[in-house]
């Protein structure tokens, strides 16, 4: 009994002395960089991640239902009314990237012509259906691209919205859509889908992302460590590797 006891003890000590994981909400845009560079997170702050991925919409909606979380990486803009809400510490955010719009098609499938703005006009026209996030940040901007192209009426019945990149990929994965439109970095690890490349530059628009610390974080240095961290050049390769680039 008494060696069962002190193993009971043993253990529990050694459950306390485990660093604390940081709670981690990650825009889908940001996921892959995170997924890249969680090891050298993990080593530089000491605690080990937990993180959960989805849009930046979405998981603003579960922080203001009261998520406990403990550094939120979402759209610049999406941080910044976090952070007059009281939701993130103020002066705790940081630019850790951003990325531009691409097109991505299904593994194996032809690649079309969107080098200029003309080809990619003719490429939308052309195109059997189009699908991108309902929620994501990327929507605005590819509405505004249909309208410079005086496209839109001619493509509203393509399109197919979904909730989050990772359902509008998997659409173009399983030949539900032709095309999918949104960032870069949320096309080159879809499953069973290719990237076409980025939008022409008269067309195309960056997303930033940026990183806070949440106004109730059971780990405040930890995280505050985190978000240096993913500001500094520390991730630099990961973020081209993915698709990205520094934050400006």
Do not use: W
């Amino acid at each position: 009994m008494r060696t069962s006891l002190m193993l009971v003890a043993m253990a529990a000590t050694s459950l306390a002395a485990q660093p604390a994981e940081i709670h981690v909400l990650v825009s889908n845009g940001f996921r892959a960089v995170m997924e890249e560079v969680r090891p050298q997170c993990e080593s530089a702050i000491g605690h080990p991640l937990a993180m959960e991925f989805n849009s930046s919409t979405a998981l603003k909606e579960k922080i203001g239902s009261g998520q406990a979380f403990d550094v939120a990486i979402l759209t610049s803009d999406v941080t910044n009314d976090l952070a007059k809400d009281g939701k993130l510490v103020s002066g705790s955010t940081a630019g850790v990237g951003r990325g531009g719009i691409g097109m991505g098609v299904r593994k194996g499938a032809a690649k079309p012509d969107i080098r200029t703005a003309a080809a990619l006009k003719q490429t939308l026209l052309k195109a059997k259906s189009i699908t991108f996030a309902q929620d994501g940040a990327s929507r605005v901007f590819i509405y505004k691209m249909f309208d410079h192209f005086g496209i839109a009426d001619e493509v509203k019945a393509k399109l197919i919205l979904e909730q989050g990149s990772t359902r509008a990929a998997a659409k173009v994965a399983d030949g539900s859509a032709e095309i999918i439109l949104t960032l870069v970095s949320e096309i080159l690890p879809a499953p069973g889908v290719e990237l076409v490349g980025p939008l022409p530059s008269e067309v195309q628009n960056y997303i930033s992302m940026s990183a806070g610390v949440g106004a109730k974080a059971r780990e405040a240095d930890a995280s505050k460590a985190l978000v240096k961290f993913l500001a500094g050049p520390g991730i630099a390769a990961a973020l081209k590797a993915k698709g990205m680039e520094p934050a400006h």
